[in-house]
């Protein structure tokens, strides 16, 4: 944390307090996880069903289902989700991947549970935040470095992690 403080501090020109920063993170990475899907908290669920007319909870605060996988390890889509409910078509156990909102942190010595290729724009941000008033041309500047550093962390992000990315050869001659 006290990395990205600095960074925040150098982008801005002038300090930063404890609590400023800590307010500012948790708005950044906010903003981040409304904006991109690679900035969420994954967390896995199984569920055994036993019965197909019955509903299942969700865990609290699921936001979205990334993929269902059956007990064989195959993919499964034949479900349906409704209120933080979800109910399967066959019976099986299934482990669901799930998206959830990244926690706020309350202290300096909490842990960082996003991806660290998005601490640039983060720093960006908190930076910016911290010299609104201060300086709003300067502030405006730094958030538009967010948008263009986020986005990039995201498409990178999702290049490295794309199981589907397709890599083309030359002919065999």
């Known amino acids: 944390m006290r990395n990205i403080l600095g960074k925040a501090i150098e982008y801005a020109g002038a300090p930063i307090s404890d609590h400023k920063f800590i307010s500012g993170y948790n708005d950044a990475v906010h903003d981040l996880c409304m904006m991109y899907d690679t900035a969420k908290a994954r967390d896995t669920e199984v569920i055994t069903c ?14 979205k289902i990334e993929r269902v996988r059956t007990s064989g390890g195959a993919y499964f889509s034949f479900y ?10 066959l019976r099986d156990t299934y482990t669901l991947h799930e998206l959830f909102m990244q926690e706020a942190i309350t202290d300096m010595d909490d842990d960082i549970t996003i991806d660290p290729a998005y601490i640039k724009a983060i720093a960006g941000y908190i930076a910016a935040k911290a010299i609104k008033k201060a300086d709003p041309e300067r502030s405006k ?8 550093d986020a986005d990039y962390a995201n498409k990178n992000i999702r290049k490295a992690t794309n199981p589907n990315k397709r890599v083309y050869a030359p002919r065999f001659r």
């Open 50 to 63: 036993v019965d197909t007319e019955a509903f299942y909870p969700l865990a609290a605060g699921c936001l």
């Open 141 to 148: 500047e730094l958030m538009l470095q967010y948008a263009v």
């Open 80 to 89: 349906e989700v409704r209120s933080g409910q979800i109910r399967f078509g």
